[in-house]
């Protein structure tokens, strides 16, 4: 394994010469973040810096209470750092207010939830149209994107079913299509195989084996080796710090 750089609290700079060629989509810069309860306050991130490339596939990982979930929040732009600066493609993020959080979050990301999150009163295929809708796509131009994702992961025939009459690995399938129905910059999965069984988590990973080949840049929260093992780059945090940030595969 090549080390990319192990980043302290104090935020080291990876080196570029490792990424030589590719692009930074999104930059975190000495972030902090703190939970104020009254008179107490908890900072669960300690100045984290990291830089996130085109075509990465990153897993992210650590024990409880570490700050994956805080960190993905931060990447996701559904909470702020309290310190530092979050760049997500050319913008910066840190001093934005909700409606334009909301705005570059529905435009620039694509997210994948372990309890898929999807409408159980809408269709397969107007789950996967929900984001074209809030981007102002016309209705048949999210109908056709929204056919052809649904064909890409395996479910053209199965356009008209709801969530409930689908299998738990059916439904992620759906999720990932929403996920890539704006064409998102970054694609963010949380535990996205923990609730599937063996084999439909499987097909779920070759999925995204599949999206890592066509050039996408997905960053998975996971808890399982064996999952880290299939991307290119593993991120270890521990008591809100970087513990390690390795490149596993050229």
Known sequence: MNTLDTHSAQGATPDPGL??????????????????????????????SLDFYAGDYISVMGPSGCGKSTLMNILGCLDQATEGKYF?????????????????????????????????QLDVLENIEMPL????????ESHEIAMELAERVGLQDRVDHKPFELSGGQQQRVAIARALA???LIILADEPTGNLDSKSGAEI???????????????????????????????RLIDGTVESDERLHA
């Open 133 to 140: 809708f809030y981007q102002g796509f016309s209705e048949s």
């Open 88 to 120: 997500l493609g050319n913008e910066d993020t840190s001093q934005m207010e909700d409606d334009e959080l909301s705005s570059i979050r529905g435009a620039r990301l694509g997210f994948i939830f372990q309890s898929y999150n999807l409408i159980q």
């Open 182 to 184: 704006v064409d998102p």
């Open 19 to 48: 990424v030589a060629g590719q692009a930074i989509v999104a930059s975190l810069k000495d972030i902090r973040k703190t939970y104020y309860m009254g008179a107490l306050s908890v900072e669960v991130l300690h100045g984290i």
């Open 205 to 235: 990973l070759k999925l995204f084996d599949e999206l890592h080949g066509q050039g996408k840049t997905l960053i998975m929260v996971t808890h399982s080796d064996e999952l880290a093992e299939r991307t290119m780059r593993e991120i």
